[in-house]
Structure formats: structure tokens, C-alpha cells
């Protein structure tokens, strides 16, 4: 009964639940459907309130973990381990908050095959909050695969006109990625005898040339799903062609399951790689700020543009973590956040534009403001918070990141360069132009087609869909000292950890 | 090693001695069972093979040698005798709705397929060169029967005389193998090989290693290793769908029963010269076996590609044979996977019969465009087998692979596991490929009612799934069967 009552347990599988009611509705009650599926997300998400309850912000380690042993034979040293410490437990609030929101903007948008959808959308929910909470590498890596089979489905069947190609390669990109991790994940259980991330990190003692190589199988299949320049090619299909809920997740979770697999893995397992690697990791990712950005502005398509512009944000989460101070990493672990909120929200607003209108051109808009004041006004404020804004959520997490790398580039940190954060900064401001030029095609100037004066502006269902998100971004933005708190001492953990690698390879 | 009365010697292989005698009793029993009446063979066949099924678990944990050391009851030869068993069952099954639809039905069929279980089971328990040649020719002459049992149509006559020939050709590679072999140690028992190999009294180490080489490539021509693959496409396209699902798994996973068993008695001590032909034949048949199936229109000639790719992946766990201390691991994880294999094999291989129609019709990749919403069941059944074969988790298919890949590195041989990986990455595009095509084109796809068919593929994908996560006792049988030592 303990294996089953256990909140991790519980708020992993309680989805599955929903697919088992889902299964014995017809097709024909799409309603039906859709409010089992609200309700079991809603109902997941107070489970997972119920685990920030009992988390305790104070301790460093893995908290309320579930460990049994799993596969035993010939061995093998399996387990199946489930926890929670401060770099998941925020990622798995996000998980459960943006599930309910997202199924809510499917209420009239999916109308096929609505039965289908929502158990894919659920399975999805059940793998993305495992690989969150898995502490094993081997139950890691089964969470990991399969969250790519549901959203392969969500944008197969229900994407845009080039939805098989997409989906494909998406599928193909992530997986390229993930199989060098497994051969590194096997070679971790065969010499270190453990698939238990802790006690891989306790154990330590792997050679540094070997840590490199390790590091660079675990960095390749994290900068895929990041996506990292310049492995970024399959996530502007994925995106463009995906439908408005399957982009939402996308981006703000699958994309934060990449930047998780650094701070979780990467960095702890293989410290002296990661400082060794940093300065490497610390460009690719200055890059990708600047590419996405420049690519973001010349966009003629809005979701195209929130597409890349999430290159350019992730560029910062990584910036962020491979500045490898508390800053930094504290700073990007709440970008991952700030991230989902503010390009979910652009998603979902880019979604219901395009439910009107059946275009997402900027050209065919203009003057918007004066027909849909309400969602000119929530554009505006979510907007604003992308690019960074005092006050808003971005700008606490790129300011964080911004003074990390910083850092980092003092006489002995990591990168040993200010060029880093320099050219990282130029890309706020780059951030700034493609937004605001956005927003400008969009909703000012005259009205230029006739089309668009019969829009009608958002109903009640739309509002509720985007007020508990707008909610967090004024609250991250106005008083962040909550969510720093809940990972600032497993942050610091991880930097204990760096810091003793790099005494270790002082001479 | 006892001396026994023959008496004893047919107890001790009892499951083998049991079902090789109640299919000569079918033999007769079809001559007084009016065709018309399609129900008592296959019942029949059903009720040998599930004796045979018990009479293999009692023998669990036993372990006795027979005909002077030509056979042996061990774990391995029990784990397969079990498989092989149940084989048979699903083939009976398959083959229930499938020669009916077909207009086929004719109760030889059943007859034949056991005397090849048979064939397959002596094969795992053979300890004697002779006996191995005797039992591959068992278990394959009622293949190329059954291979031909669609005349007069022009492909499965083809497809029986090109599986014979080339069969025939195999066989004579293995015979002469074991000729040199015996040239060079003065017997054909594996016991008396490991003497002569340990005890120095080799009486030609050249000869041993031309011999050993040649009887890897008479059993690659069975499992369908690349370069002794080019039979296995025409094949299994041009037998009946009944006979090809059979074949995929009962001669390849006895082919590779064989070569455990030699390979990891007799010829360890050669492996420095065999390891790297392992791996060059392990490279290539994983990636030409991936590679032309991405070419593939048909659906029969792209599982026919992807059976060879898994040969592949299996003989890829077969090259660290020779290290001390690996032994268990290569052959716990080989029988692992060849059971997931044997369960995405099979039901994969149902799906397609429950779309074939007669003349050829319903085999192209197009007619499975729109089952996602015509027959959402069958669809779902054969995602779960692509993801499985692909070694996508959760799926048995990736515990497998998972374990393959496991044995190849701890062997210390990373840039074969590289390979390997690199190719599941190729195999998983054209394995999505039915998969988009079921469930993201429209389309009227036909299928058969086959009540059977449609439950082997149900049974088989939630097998598929289930044993990922409660593959404990799999784990422990598959890790238990072992070979006995001489």
C-alpha cells in the first residue's frame, strides 16, 4: 500500500487513471473526454501542491524518495527510485501546472479525434513527470524515451500540413541524441556497478579523460533536446507544425527536460568535465542567444518567431548553468521557469489568433489593438515579460544569469572572459527589437485588412487559459525570493561539487 | 558422463522424444481425418504442444546427459525447448485463420510444423556435431515444405526451391565444417573437442579454425547473417505469412541456440581468430539489414530486412564469447532477446495477416494507411511492435537491446556498440514509418475478422509491455539457463 499511496508515485501515475476512463468513453462525447482529462490534470497538479507542502526548502538532498530495488539479476543493480530535491521540484510544479492549462486551450481547437489526443497528452504527463523525478539511470532513460512517443503522435495527427515530416524528425533528432547516452549510461552500471545517480555522485572517482567522454554522450543528448546551436534544426518544424497545446509543452517542459539533464547529470556526475568543458558549452550557448535572436527577427511567421526566440532563451538557461556559480544556476534554473510561463503563454496567444483567423503571417495583421483590446493587453504583458522587463519574471532570471556569468568570467572562474556576459547581454537588447517589432506589425498601425475587423475579442474560457500564468509572471517578476528559496540549497550542493573538482585538479 | 539403457535415454528427452512421437501419431491420425473437418489437427497439434510445454517445465533445473553424450537436459537446452514450444503454439494459431482465409487449409500443415519444433528442440539439446547437422536438417526440410505449401502459386514455389537450394548449400557448408573438425580433433562429440582443445591433442589447429569458420557460415545461412542473408527477402515474401512468422523466429533463434553452445564450449579458446569475424559480420549484417529495409514497399520484404538486422544485433552479443567470466552474460542476454524478439515477431507478423488478402493484395506499406481509425486495436498492436523492434522504451524491445549492449561493452567492444546504436537510430525511421502511415494517412485499409490472429497480437504487445517492467522472472530464467559444462 506504501508503493501506491506515495505522493511521487501518485502524482507520476495518477494520469494514467484519467486514460483508463478515457478508454471506455466514445469517441462521440468529446465533452466528456475533454473535462475527464481537465479534471485528472487539475487533480495531478494538487497532488503535486501537496509535495511543495511537504518539501522541505531547507535540505540540500533528495527528499520523500521511493527506492525499491527493481532488476536485480546477472548484475544488474536497478532500482526503481523516484525523488524530489530543489533543482526538480520547481520543473514538476511546472510540469503539472502547464498540463491543465494546455488541455484547457484544446477545448475548441482539437476536434478530431479528441479521444486520442488527451490519452497521448496524459501519457505525455505521466513520462515528463518521471523524468523529473527518476533518480535511476536506467528508469531515467525509459521516462526519457517515452515522453517522445506521445508528442511524436500529438504532432503526427493533429499538426499543421507538414506534420509527418516534423514529427520524424523530431523523433529521429532526439533519439540520435539519446543512444550515445545510453552506451554511457551503460558504461556508468558495468564500472560503477550503480544506475543510482546519487550514489554515482558519492562514489565519484571516474578518470578525467573518461569523464569527458561520458560528458560529452550525456551533453549530446541534452543539447539536442535543449536545443543547443547548432543541434536546433528539428525544433522550428517540431514547433511550427505542432498544434497549439503540443507547442506549449514543448517548450516549456520537453525543451527544460534538456537543460535538467545538465544540472542533474552533466554537472554533478562529471564536475572536472563540466569545468573543463564550460568555456565551450558558455559559447555555444552566447551563439545561440545571438542566432536566435537575429533568426527570430527575420520571421514572417509568429510562431516561427516564439519558436526561435526560444533558442535564444534556452541559450540563456545554459549560459546560466555552465557559468557554475550559485547565480548563474540559481538564475537559470528559474529561467526554465520563466521560459515555460511567458513562451507557453505567447503559444497559446499565437494559438488563438490563429483560431480566428487561420493564419499566422504578421503581414495579414495590424491594428489588432483596436479590435481585441483584452488580447492586445495580455500580448503586451507577456511580451514584455519575454523580453525581460523590470518587474516582469524574464528579468530576474536573465539579470541572475547575466551577473553569474559575469562572475564566471572573473580571474578564476570558469569561463575567464566578461566577453561572455557581454555579447550574452547584447542579446537582451536583440530580444527587445524582434518582440517589439512584433507586437508593433501585429496590433498598431491602421487596420490593413478587412478580414481582421470581424475578429471577436478572447471569451471567458481563453482568459481563464491564460490568468494563472499571468498571475506567476507578475509574481516571479515582483518577488522571486519564494522561488529561489526552494533551490538554493540544492544549488549549492552542486557547486560544493564543482568546487571540489576543480581543488582535485589543481596540481 | 553415465552410461544409460536406451530406455532412460528417450526419458531424459522426454519433451523431444514425446512430440516427435505424437507428430509421426498425426501423420497417421491425418489419413483418417476427413479434410473437411479443419478443427482436429490443429486442436491435436495444440494438445502435443502443450504436453511438451509441461513436460519441459517439470524437467526445470535438471540436468542429464543421453545417447552416450550426443544430447543433454540442461537449463539452456529446457529455455529453448520451452520457447520453441510456445513457438509452435503461436504458430498454430497464426496458421488456424490464416490458411483459412487463404484457402489453404490443410491439416499437413500442423504435422509438419511439429516435426520442425522437434527439430528446433533437438537442435538446443544436441551435444554431438553429427547430432546438431541431424537436427538442423529436422527442423528445416518441414520449412521448405511448408515454404512451398501456397502452390501452385508462383512466388511460394519459388521461395520453397530457393530456401532449399541455398539451404542445402548452408548444410554443405556446415557438414564440411564439421568434417575439418573432426579432421582436427578425431571426434565429433563437443565434449571430446574440448578435450583435444584443452588437453593439446589438437591435431591441426589450422584445420580446427577452417572448420570452425565454415560451420559459422552453414548456421549464418539459417540465421540469416549478411553475407549469407540474399534467400531470407524472397523467402519470406514468397512463403505463406504463416510459415515466414514461424520461420523468423523458430530457425534463427535454434540457428543461434547452435552457436551458443559451440561457440561457448568448444571453440573459446580459438577466439582470438573468430572474435573479429564475429564483429565484422555483426557490423554488417546490422547495417545492410537496416539500411535496405528503409527501401522497402513491401511489408513482408521490410520485416524480412529487419529480421536480418536482428540477427545482427544478437550475433553483435556473440563476439565477446571468448572472455572469461562473460559466458553467462552473452547467452542470458541472447535468450532474452530472442523472447522479446519472438513476442514483437509474432505479433507483428498477425497484423500483417490480418491485412493480407488473397493474390498478394494488402501487403504494400500503403494499405496500412488509416487503420490508426479503422481498427484502432490493431494499430495500437503494431506501434507497440515497431517501438519494440526500433528498442524504443517501454517496450521489451529496448530491455534487450538494453542487455545486448550491456554484454558488448562490458566485452569492452564500444565502437560495435556504436554501430549498433547508430543503426537502431536508422531502423527506428523506417519502423515510424508504418506507424505515421497508420495513424497520419487516410485511407480504407480491409481486414479479416481472424479472431485468432487479432488475440495473438493483443496477447503479444501486452506482453511486450508488461515484461518491460515485470520482467523479473524472464531476467532470472534467461540468466539461469545455462550451458553445461563439459
Not at chain 1, 272 to 289: D, F, T, W, Y
Not at chain 1, 452 to 470: A, Q
Amino acid at each position: 500500500m506504501d508503493f501506491l499511496t506515495h505522493p511521487l508515485n501518485v502524482v507520476t501515475f495518477f494520469p494514467l487513471l484519467g486514460v483508463l476512463v478515457i478508454l471506455f468513453l466514445k469517441e462521440e462525447q468529446k465533452n466528456t473526454i475533454r473535462w475527464v482529462a481537465l479534471i485528472t490534470s487539475l487533480i495531478a497538479f494538487g497532488i503535486s501542491l501537496a509535495v511543495l507542502v511537504q518539501f522541505n526548502a531547507a535540505n540540500p538532498d533528495l527528499q520523500m524518495s521511493i527506492n525499491l530495488p527493481w532488476i536485480q539479476v546477472a548484475g544488474w543493480n536497478i532500482h526503481y527510485f523516484l525523488a524530489v530535491d530543489g533543482l526538480s521540484i520547481l520543473l514538476l510544479m511546472l510540469t503539472t501546472f502547464l498540463t491543465p492549462i494546455s488541455i484547457l486551450s484544446t477545448w475548441t481547437a482539437i476536434d478530431e479525434r479528441v479521444k486520442d489526443f488527451m490519452i497521448f497528452f496524459l501519457l505525455l504527463e505521466v513520462g515528463m513527470t518521471g523524468v523529473f523525478l527518476a533518480q535511476d539511470l536506467f528508469l531515467f532513460y525509459i521516462f526519457w524515451e517515452f515522453t517522445l512517443v506521445p508528442m511524436y503522435f500529438l504532432i503526427g495527427i493533429w499538426g499543421g500540413p507538414q506534420r509527418m515530416y516534423a514529427a520524424v524528425k523530431f523523433f529521429l533528432y532526439t533519439m540520435a541524441g539519446s543512444l550515445l547516452m545510453l552506451l554511457a549510461i551503460l558504461w556508468l552500471g558495468i564500472n560503477q556497478g550503480t544506475f543510482s545517480v546519487p550514489e554515482l555522485i558519492a562514489k565519484g572517482g571516474i578518470p578525467a579523460d573518461v569523464q569527458l567522454w561520458l560528458f560529452v554522450a550525456f551533453a549530446l543528448a541534452f543539447a539536442i533536446k535543449v536545443p543547443m546551436w547548432p543541434l536546433h534544426s528539428w525544433l522550428p518544424d517540431a514547433h511550427v507544425q505542432a498544434p497549439t497545446a503540443g507547442s506549449v509543452i514543448l517548450a516549456g517542459v520537453l525543451l527544460k527536460m534538456g537543460t535538467y539533464g545538465f544540472i542533474r547529470f552533466n554537472i554533478p556526475l562529471f564536475p572536472q568535465a563540466a569545468v573543463k568543458a564550460a568555456p565551450v558549452m558558455a559559447a555555444l550557448a552566447v551563439i545561440g542567444i545571438l542566432y536566435g535572436a537575429a533568426v527570430s527577427y527575420a520571421q514572417e511567421d509568429v510562431k516561427k518567431l516564439v519558436a526561435y526566440s526560444s533558442i535564444s532563451h534556452l541559450g540563456f538557461v545554459m549560459l546560466g548553468l555552465f557559468a557554475l556559480n550559485e547565480q548563474g544556476i540559481q538564475g537559470a534554473i528559474l529561467q526554465m521557469i520563466n521560459h515555460g510561463l511567458s513562451t507557453g503563454a505567447l503559444f497559446l496567444l499565437v494559438g488563438m489568433i490563429y483560431e480566428r483567423r487561420h493564419t499566422r503571417i504578421m503581414d495579414k495583421f495590424g491594428g489588432l489593438w483596436s479590435i481585441m483590446p483584452i488580447y492586445g493587453a495580455l500580448t503586451l504583458i507577456v511580451s514584455l515579460s519575454s523580453m525581460g522587463l523590470p518587474g516582469l519574471n524574464g528579468f530576474v532570471g536573465e539579470f541572475a544569469i547575466l551577473l553569474g556569468a559575469w562572475g564566471a568570467g572573473d580571474a578564476g572562474g570558469v569561463l575567464g572572459s566578461h566577453y561572455y556576459a557581454g555579447f550574452a547581454a547584447i542579446g537582451v537588447i536583440l530580444a527587445a527589437v524582434y518582440i517589439l517589432f512584433m507586437f508593433q506589425k501585429l496590433f498598431l498601425g491602421p487596420i490593413t485588412h478587412e478580414e481582421n475587423k470581424k475578429l471577436s475579442d478572447l471569451n471567458w474560457r481563453e482568459i481563464i487559459t491564460l490568468v494563472p500564468l499571468l498571475i506567476l509572471i507578475f509574481w516571479i517578476g515582483l518577488y522571486p525570493k519564494p522561488f529561489f528559496g526552494l533551490m538554493a540549497p540544492a544549488v549549492g550542493k552542486v557547486i560544493a561539487l564543482v568546487h571540489g573538482a576543480v581543488m582535485a585538479a589543481l596540481p | 558422463m553415465t552410461l544409460n539403457t536406451l530406455g532412460s535415454d528417450f526419458v531424459i528427452l522426454l519433451p523431444l522424444t514425446f512430440l516427435l512421437g505424437w507428430a509421426s501419431l498425426l501423420l497417421l491420425v491425418d489419413l483418417f481425418v476427413p479434410q473437411e473437418r479443419q478443427d482436429t489437427m490443429p486442436l491435436l497439434a495444440v494438445l502435443g504442444l502443450v504436453a511438451t510445454i509441461v513436460l519441459s517445465i517439470m524437467q526445470a533445473g535438471q540436468s542429464a546427459w543421453a545417447f552416450q553424450g550426443m544430447a543433454v537436459v540442461d537449463g539452456f537446452s529446457t529455455f529453448f525447448n520451452v520457447l520453441f514450444a510456445i513457438s509452435g503454439l503461436v504458430g498454430v494459431a497464426l496458421a488456424y485463420d490464416y490458411l483459412r482465409q487463404m484457402d489453404l487449409a490443410r491439416n499437413t500443415y500442423y504435422t509438419l510444423l511439429l516435426f520442425s519444433v522437434g527439430g528446433m528442440m533437438l537442435m538446443s539439446a544436441a551435444t554431438d556435431l553429427i547430432v546438431i547437422f541431424l537436427a538442423l536438417e529436422l527442423l528445416s526440410i518441414p520449412l521448405y515444405v511448408l515454404s512451398g505449401f501456397a502452390r501452385p502459386k508462383g512466388e511460394s514455389e519459388e521461395a520453397a526451391l530457393k530456401y532449399f537450394l541455398l539451404g542445402a548449400f548452408a548444410s554443405g557448408f556446415l557438414v564440411y565444417g564439421i568434417a575439418l573438425v573432426f579432421g582436427a580433433t578425431g571426434t565429433t562429440s563437443l565434449a571430446g573437442v574440448v578435450q583435444a582443445v584443452h588437453g593439446g591433442a589438437l591435431l591441426n589447429p589450422m584445420l580446427f579454425i577452417i572448420g570452425a569458420a565454415l560451420m559459422l557460415i552453414g548456421l549464418g545461412f539459417k540465421v540469416a547473417v549478411v553475407p549469407f542473408h540474399m534467400w531470407t527477402p524472397d523467402v519470406y515474401q514468397g512463403a505463406p505469412t504463416a510459415v515466414t512468422a514461424f520461420m523468423a523466429l523458430g530457425a534463427k533463434a535454434a540457428g543461434f541456440a547452435a552457436l551458443l553452445r559451440i561457440f561457448l564450449t568448444a571453440f573459446p579458446q580459438v577466439s582470438a581468430d573468430l572474435t573479429p569475424v564475429l564483429w565484422v559480420l555483426a557490423a554488417l549484417t546490422m547495417f545492410l539489414g537496416n539500411v535496405v529495409a528503409i527501401a522497402q514497399r513491401n511489408i513482408k520484404r521490410m520485416l524480412a530486412y529487419s529480421s536480418i538486422a536482428h540477427a545482427g544485433y544478437l550475433l553483435m552479443a556473440l563476439v565477446p564469447y571468448g572472455q572469461q567470466g562473460l559466458s553467462g552474460d552473452v547467452s542470458a542476454s541472447l535468450l532474452f532477446y530472442l523472447v522479446a524478439y519472438a513476442l514483437s515477431n509474432f505479433g507483428a507478423w498477425a497484423v500483417v495477416m490480418v491485412l493480407e488478402r488473397q493474390d498478394d493484395q494488402g501487403l504494400g506499406l500503403d494499405d496500412y494507411a488509416g487503420l490508426g481509425s479503422k481498427s484502432p486495436f490493431l494499430a495500437a498492436c503494431m506501434t507497440v511492435f515497431m517501438l519494440s523492434f526500433a528498442g524504443v522504451p517501454p517496450t521489451l524491445g529496448f530491455v534487450g537491446k538494453f542487455y545486448l549492449f550491456r554484454t558488448v561493452l562490458q566485452g569492452g567492444f564500444v565502437w560495435l556498440a556504436i554501430i549498433g546504436v547508430l543503426t537502431s537510430l536508422i531502423s527506428a525511421y523506417y519502423y515510424l514509418r508504418v506507424v505515421v502511415i497508420m495513424y497520419m494517412r487516410d485511407g480504407d485499409p480491409q481486414t479479416h475478422p481472424a479472431p485468432w490472429l487479432r488475440w495473438t497480437a493483443g496477447v503479444m504487445a501486452a506482453g511486450v509491455v508488461a515484461l518491460t517492467f515485470f520482467g523479473g522472472p524472464l531476467f532470472n530464467w534467461a540468466s539461469q539457463a545455462l550451458l553445461t559444462a563439459f
